[in-house]
Every structure is written in C-alpha cells, then in structure tokens.
C-alpha cells in the first residue's frame, strides 16, 4: 500500500547534505525522485531513521538553491526516503515550482 500524500518526479540532482550544525562538511549525493513533500536520496550512507539532516540542492541547472531541513522517513538498501519538514513559506514555493516542472 503507497501511502504517499504526494505525487513523486523521477530527477537525478545533486543534493549536498550534513546531519547536524557541528558537521563541517557536507556530503554530495543524489536524488532520484522529488515531490512536494520529500525527496529520495540514493546513497550508501548510514541514515539512521528519524535523522534531520540540512539539504540543499537545485533542482534544475539555472535554479535557485533550496536549502530545507528533511526527516529521514524511511531507509532502505538504496538510500533513504526524507520528508521535508518546517518549511517556510518561500521554501515551499520553490520546491512547488520546481515539482511543477518535473
């Protein structure tokens, strides 16, 4: 049963990421889907379920930068599912725009 609220776009974009504020660097992996509310980060990492992590990424080449905060959902051996969560107002928008054109 697919529980999603929202409709998924097949992308392949960089996303930098770092699970807290302490962390210096970012790691680079990719997204393969994006809908309104998450995104699918394919990695190798260790993505304990339930982490925030800080995302940003661009979901097309001229695009603005999204930087938005994610809840690792759900893990599975290819990545990890994450939702976004608090978004603000002008985040949401960006990342409705940019599903709109997915």
């Known amino acids: 049963m697919d529980r999603r609220?929202?409709?998924?776009h097949p992308v392949r974009m960089l996303v930098q990421h770092q699970s807290s504020s302490a962390d210096e660097a970012f790691d680079v992996d990719y997204a393969t889907d994006l809908s309104r509310g998450g995104?699918?980060?394919?990695?190798?990492?260790?993505?304990?379920?339930?982490?925030?992590?800080h995302v940003h990424f661009s979901p097309t080449k001229d695009a603005q930068l999204i930087s938005a905060f994610c809840r690792v959902a759900r893990v599975t051996q290819d990545g990890a599912g994450m939702e976004f969560v608090a978004l603000?107002?002008?985040?949401?928008?960006?990342?409705d725009r940019s599903v709109a054109r997915a």
């Open 5 to 8: 609220q929202h409709a998924r």
């Open 39 to 53: 995104l699918f980060l394919h990695t190798k990492r260790a993505l304990p379920k339930d982490t925030t992590l």
């Open 88 to 95: 603000d107002a002008e985040t949401r928008a960006l990342i």
